[in-house]
């Protein structure tokens, strides 16, 4: 008997019994029999590990990293994925990873991961980096220097040793940047200050990104600038790649060409 067919069969003792007895008192195994059989390793009318339009949606041409849920299982050596499309899961080693540092942020069951295949070796994982980590709202700070004057040929206008109180209270204050991960893609700039205001006062900040578009690429973050046209549609204008070097559940720490920039995560 097949596993999925014998589980249909107690679904309908289960239902019988619905009718005869309280149904307070089975509803709930009724659930959880439905849930174990749509869980890890309960796929039986799949055959291979393609991975389908769920997946599509979140891969870029040219994008080989593999997505999928954590299945329990998973230890700091071994990582058990279920394919986005259902599935067999697929088992990887991580212990090389975690030894380069390179498996950011600990899977729990359910969570959706990424992961970077090892080229000689698909059972290997060289990369692994958790979604569901990585979304959320991050901020870092940053500080204002004084603007410079109009003819000053100087890259960054010199900053008085001394300045009054009233005016470090007034112009000298940090602001939060940061931006909003959001599923499906999406990206959300927080802090960015309005141009009219930014052109105002002795002091300026330093211009944030306006990312809108964030993808995965075989473990390399893409963030991408977008512009609408006047039929409302989105064009990208500019994209940035980064790398990952600090995933926890407070900080980020991306490390872009020229740069590397910290986060922490915001719970406001």
């Given at each position: 008997?097949?596993?999925?067919?014998?589980?249909?069969?107690?679904?309908?003792?289960?239902a019988?019994?619905?009718?005869?007895?309280?149904?307070?008192r089975?509803?709930?195994p009724?659930?959880?029999?439905?849930?174990?059989?749509?869980?890890?390793?309960?796929?039986?009318?799949?055959?291979?590990?393609?991975?389908?339009?769920n997946?599509?949606?979140?891969r870029?041409?040219?994008?080989?990293?593999?997505y999928?849920?954590?299945?329990e299982?998973?230890t700091?050596?071994?990582?058990?994925?279920?394919?986005?499309?259902?599935s067999?899961?697929?088992?990887?080693?991580?212990?090389?990873?975690?030894?380069?540092?390179?498996?950011?942020?600990?899977?729990?069951?359910?969570?959706?991961?990424?992961?970077?295949?090892?080229?000689?070796?698909?059972?290997v994982?060289?990369?692994?980096?958790?979604?569901?980590?990585?979304?959320?709202?991050?901020?870092?700070?940053?500080?204002?220097?004084l603007?410079?004057?109009?003819?000053?040929?100087?890259?960054?206008?010199?900053?008085?040793?001394h300045?009054p109180?009233?005016?470090?209270?007034r112009?000298?204050?940090?602001?939060?940047?940061?931006?909003?991960?959001?599923?499906?893609?999406?990206?959300?700039?927080?802090?960015?200050?309005?141009e009219?205001?930014?052109?105002?006062?002795?002091?300026?900040?330093?211009?944030?990104?306006?990312?809108?578009?964030?993808?995965?690429?075989?473990?390399?973050?893409?963030?991408?600038?977008?512009?609408?046209?006047t039929?409302g549609?989105?064009?990208v204008?500019?994209?940035?790649?980064?790398?990952?070097?600090?995933?926890?559940?407070?900080s980020?720490?991306?490390?872009?060409?020229d740069?590397?920039q910290?986060?922490?995560?915001?719970?406001?």
């Amino acid at each position: 008997m097949h596993l999925r067919s014998f589980f249909f069969d107690i679904l309908t003792i289960f239902a019988a019994q619905m009718i005869q007895n309280d149904m307070n008192r089975t509803i709930t195994p009724l659930l959880t029999l439905t849930l174990f059989i749509s869980a890890c390793g309960s796929n039986e009318h799949s055959t291979d590990n393609s991975q389908t339009v769920n997946d599509e949606e979140l891969r870029l041409s040219g994008d080989s990293t593999f997505y999928g849920l954590a299945c329990e299982g998973c230890t700091d050596s071994l990582i058990i994925l279920m394919p986005l499309d259902g599935s067999d899961p697929d088992t990887f080693n991580i212990f090389n990873a975690q030894m380069a540092r390179k498996v950011f942020g600990r899977p729990t069951i359910g969570d959706q991961m990424a992961v970077v295949r090892n080229g000689e070796d698909s059972t290997v994982a060289d990369l692994v980096i958790n979604i569901d980590r990585l979304e959320g709202e991050w901020r870092y700070q940053v500080e204002p220097r004084l603007r410079r004057r109009i003819g000053d040929t100087a890259a960054v206008a010199p900053q008085p040793v001394h300045l009054p109180d009233s005016f470090v209270r007034r112009w000298l204050q940090p602001k939060e940047y940061g931006y909003d991960i959001r599923r499906d893609n999406v990206v959300r700039p927080v802090g960015a200050i309005p141009e009219a205001e930014a052109k105002k006062g002795p002091v300026e900040y330093p211009q944030l990104k306006r990312y809108r578009q964030w993808h995965i690429m075989n473990g390399h973050i893409l963030l991408s600038e977008t512009r609408r046209d006047t039929t409302g549609q989105a064009t990208v204008v500019g994209t940035d790649t980064a790398d990952i070097t600090l995933l926890r559940r407070d900080s980020l720490v991306l490390r872009f060409k020229d740069s590397e920039q910290g986060f922490y995560r915001n719970r406001k």
